[in-house]
């Protein structure tokens, strides 16, 4: 068979136009139309229900029941706030016959701590948060950014003032907005930012995030889909040209006074392991060295054995070249050494190590300032994205823009004044598809970070410009959209049904886009390791400060002091401040993290991978987590259940799934347990950490 060979869709317009023919006109994307609030029945109680209801109706679905109390207890905890309700909260809800009894608990877990640090990872994995990528400036305080983030949650700061302290943080009125800007200079690699690192950046971390609209591709050349032209991109980066960043000083007056004393203290401490690495080492350095000598060429060897004092310049550089061939390495003295020599050498080195990563510095933020010099430059297309060849001059401006929009002072905050507008059809439309996502799994529209003509249409646009409109309505608040939504019947609707049931809807809705069952799915990364500290009572909930190492990095990174990142030692913390980048030197990721597929925060994430693969079952089953873990939940089942292996059992279903136990479960549970001796008590614990339904909303 002959095959036929189709041009691309650029060679395709571009014959039409020589030709004298106009291309087909695009429609405009749905996207950009404006809002329209639809019309609901006022006596409905919430009026997602009835939005939803008439796509049932239309499609002849039929819906599944509610969800009894203890799964829906379940679900908001882990919504809302990433962990498991305790089994005094499961009780209390239980024996609540209120009319209001699920409303009160969503009401407590927003008004929770945890709260803000569940859904900052959200936000986070969008904005591109990490805390090392390699060669950031803004490293070693870019935690202080996920703090602001999640103190600015937990206060229900509005949506558009949130996107504002992103973009503009550095103008703002409120004293801590400054920090929300490390999502600008998180990008920079030198205070310089000679290759324009922020405003590049800029442009497509903001056009994704809170316009849903993927710029990337307009750096080279126009949009090849929807109608944002190669001079969209570069005016819109015209608006984050003049920005450079700047150090703020965090350190309090008395850190200042101190910090000579503090450096002296640890360089002291360096000389002292260097005295016992020096024990060690100097007597094979010389060994080591004639070794050395022979795998150079002569007159090298002889430029070594000159007094150093007497080299040329040309001969230190020969000295320099060679010297990583010469000098001792680790490796080289482990083989030389005798064995106690080589423990006492690994352990000093370790140390050495160590003490050299947590070099005592005062506390900064990498902020960011507008630069009158380069506001006063002119703004240029770059020739298929090559900063050395400059096109046609630009004016600042955005995909979009009103046509007679001027700008006058920051120009960022002319673009902020019509991104964050009531009237801006993309802005609350994009916002509000990214709660509906967290809470459900999939947004109205399946892509979102994509609202043009490649990305998904929404399965209910009534029902998105019913919530853009109620959002804009509510003054933007995210607490009262996450309440909107987990108090619809939607929500509260049961994940498991029956085989007929599930038949009746096959043919309409397989996938069940337009939720007559609730959506069952496994669990993120960080809520999966929270779950497993939390019911084995070693979870630190302490909120705001650096991340920790995952232990497998921590092992790999003594290796080497030069890529440190900034970490701290408590590693039973929340899983969001468990450290994660990348480096192209070494792996920066925890293994749990990428196991279950958490993102390393190079580039933005718009909805993470939810895979079931057997490197998971393997690492719950066999990872260091879970022993641990088990032995914890063990001892705790010991202590806090009542007397007798069947108050154990009772007990432990309750930490952990959050219900009771069935008959059959109880009856199999205490057939193992016996006495319930510790180890059975033990593997009593890890079964439970390991069944399905601890991995997943229910």
């Not at 908001?76 to 009160?104: E, I, M, R, V």
């Not at 360089?267 to 002292?272: E, F, P, T």
């Not at 459900?440 to 399965?459: H, K, L, N, V, W």
């Not at 614990?685 to 909303?697: G, I, K, Q, T």
């Amino acid at each position: 068979m002959k095959r036929i060979r189709t041009a691309p869709l650029a060679l395709l317009l571009a014959a039409l136009t020589m030709s004298g023919q106009q291309p087909p006109a695009k429609p405009p994307l749905w996207s950009l139309r404006p809002v329209v609030r639809p019309e609901v029945p006022a006596n409905d109680a919430n009026p997602i229900d009835a939005l939803i209801a008439r796509k049932h109706q239309q499609k002849g679905l039929r819906v599944a029941g509610r969800a009894d109390k203890a799964t829906l207890l379940r679900r908001l905890h882990l919504d809302l706030t990433g962990l498991p309700p305790t089994p005094a909260a499961l009780d209390q809800f239980l024996n609540d016959s209120s009319p209001n009894a699920y409303a009160k608990v969503v009401d407590k877990l927003l008004a929770d701590p945890q709260h803000g640090v569940r859904y900052a990872r959200h936000w986070l994995d969008v904005l591109g948060y990490a805390d090392v990528d390699e060669g950031m400036l803004a490293e070693s305080g870019i935690y202080h950014w996920r703090d602001w983030v999640i103190k600015s949650l937990n206060r229900d700061l509005p949506y558009n003032q949130f996107v504002r302290a992103h973009i503009a943080g550095d103008l703002s009125p409120r004293a801590d907005d400054f920090f929300a800007t490390g999502f600008l200079t998180r990008a920079a690699h030198s205070p310089a930012d000679g290759a324009e690192d922020i405003a590049f950046n800029a442009v497509e971390k903001v056009s994704t995030a809170f316009m849903a609209m993927s710029t990337g591709c307009a750096k080279c050349h126009d949009h090849m889909y929807d109608p944002i032209l190669q001079r969209d991109y570069y005016a819109m980066k015209a608006l984050f040209d003049p920005l450079l960043p700047e150090k703020k000083n965090l350190a309090t007056a008395d850190e200042i006074l101190r910090h000579e004393e503090v450096l002296e203290r640890w360089r002291a401490q360096q000389n002292v392991i260097q005295a016992r690495m020096d024990v060690l080492t100097k007597p094979y350095e010389k060994q080591i060295f004639e070794e050395r000598m022979t795998f150079l060429p002569k007159d090298v060897e002889a430029v070594f054995r000159k007094d150093p004092k007497l080299r040329t310049v040309a001969e230190q550089e020969i000295v320099t070249r060679y010297n990583t061939v010469v000098a001792p390495d680790a490796r080289k003295f482990r083989d030389v050494m005798k064995p106690h020599e080589t423990v006492l050498y690994e352990w000093t080195r370790k140390g050495q190590t160590e003490l050299r990563r947590d070099a005592p510095t005062l506390p900064v933020f990498w902020t960011v300032r507008a630069d009158a010099s380069r506001a006063a430059q002119k703004n240029n297309i770059y020739l298929g994205g090559d900063r050395t060849k400059k096109g046609d001059e630009v004016q600042p401006g955005f995909p979009f823009a009103p046509k007679d929009l001027k700008f006058e002072g920051d120009r960022r905050q002319v673009f902020l004044n019509w991104l964050t507008a009531g009237d801006n059809p993309l802005f609350a439309r994009v916002a509000v598809n990214r709660l509906w996502q967290w809470h459900f799994g999939e947004g109205i529209a399946g892509s979102p970070s994509d609202f043009g003509r490649t990305g998904q249409m929404p399965t209910n646009p009534e029902l998105l410009d019913w919530l853009a409109s109620e959002f804009v309505a509510r003054g933007y608040s995210m607490k009262a959209m996450h309440r909107l939504i987990v108090t619809s019947e939607a929500y509260q609707r049961t994940g498991v049904v029956t085989k007929e049931l599930q038949a009746a809807n096959a043919a309409a809705d397989a996938n069940n886009r337009h939720l007559w069952k609730f959506p069952a799915r496994r669990l993120e990364a960080e809520a999966i390791r929270d779950s497993v500290l939390a019911v084995s009572g070693k979870l630190d909930t302490a909120i705001g400060g650096m991340s920790f190492r995952g232990s497998d990095i921590n092992e790999r990174r003594v290796m080497s002091a030069t890529r440190t990142g900034y970490y701290d030692t408590r590693d039973t913390r929340r899983g969001i401040y468990m450290g994660r980048g990348s480096d192209a030197s070494m792996n920066m990721m925890p293994a749990f993290l990428t196991t279950f597929d958490a993102e390393d925060g190079h580039a933005p994430c718009a909805r993470r991978e939810r895979s079931i693969t057997a490197p998971q079952v393997l690492y719950l089953l066999n990872g260091e987590l879970t022993q641990v873990a088990s032995r914890d939940l063990a001892e705790r089942l010991f202590l806090e259940a009542g007397p007798g292996a069947a108050a154990k059992v009772d007990y432990g279903y309750k930490l952990v799934l959050g219900r009771a136990p069935s008959a059959t479960e109880r009856d199999a549970a205490l057939s193992y347990l016996g006495k319930a001796e510790p180890a059975q008590l033990t593997g009593f614990a890890w079964m439970l950490l390991n069944l399905s339904e601890f991995v997943f909303l229910p």
